[in-house]
């Protein structure tokens, strides 16, 4: 099986912090990369999809390495509402073929 | 209806018992996916379709069985439900085409087999 690795957390950072999470897949040929963010008992969704370039949406910048196979998602001056899970996605194949998905990584924001 | 929606929200099923959790989504997507999720274990998917008429086994799909009639409909059914079956399952779809392809979740059902 595919694998996407997260450090699990959690992380417990205040008010106005940067904080970074990185992510190891184990496929070389995956093709597609993602971050979905996932509240206390609430579905996940999409917070940004990662380009090889690097992409940047206002206080998130995400960023693939694939020479060593990871990615990573930095928050600029965290917020109280950023307090969420962070799942790190690979898409193997393209297209509509399954998304794997990383365990998640637990951010706690605090005042 | 707007984007995926699921039912029932919870339930409280008996061991043995037949029980089948619905999916719609009103996005006519090609693609559908039904995942599990357990503490410690993350998303797991069950069963997926990739187009009506079509569907395919994902990483843990023994106990559970998926039918694909039209491009609304993903039911997800547990022929006989079995404590280990307790977990909270997502359904979620994605247009099928590119490589960026977001999935887009449903609330999900939190089901507890006793």
């Known amino acids: 099986r595919k694998e996407v690795e997260q450090d699990p957390g959690p992380f417990n950072v205040p008010e106005g912090a940067t904080v970074a999470f990185n992510c190891t897949y184990s496929?070389?040929?995956?093709?597609?990369f993602f971050w979905y963010r996932q509240d206390c008992r609430k579905e996940p969704k999409l917070l940004m999809s990662v380009y090889s370039s690097g992409n940047e949406d206002g206080r998130f910048t995400a960023q693939l390495n694939r020479a060593s196979q990871y990615i990573s998602l930095l928050i600029r001056d965290s917020k109280l509402s950023d307090s969420a899970t962070y799942l790190c996605v690979v898409n193997d194949y393209g297209g509509n073929t399954p998304l794997v998905f990383g365990k998640g990584t637990r951010l706690s924001v605090i005042a | 209806i707007a984007g995926i929606t699921q039912a029932p929200t919870s339930q409280i099923l008996a061991a043995g018992r037949r029980m089948t959790l619905r999916c719609t989504q009103d996005m006519r997507h090609n693609a559908m996916y039904w995942y599990r999720q357990d503490l410690g274990l993350g998303l797991r998917l069950i069963h997926y379709?990739?187009?009506?008429?079509?569907?395919g086994k994902g990483e843990v799909p023994d106990g559970y069985s998926v039918s694909r009639a039209n491009t609304d409909d993903f039911p997800l059914t547990l022929a006989s439900a079995v404590p280990s079956q307790t977990s909270v399952y997502f359904c979620?779809?994605?247009?099928?085409?590119?490589?960026?392809?977001?999935?887009?979740f449903g609330p999900g059902t939190r089901l507890t087999v006793l």
């Open positions: 496929n070389s040929a995956s093709q597609s």
């Open positions: 979620a779809s994605s247009q099928g085409q590119g490589d960026y392809n977001e999935q887009f």
């Open positions: 379709s990739n187009t009506a008429g079509t569907t």
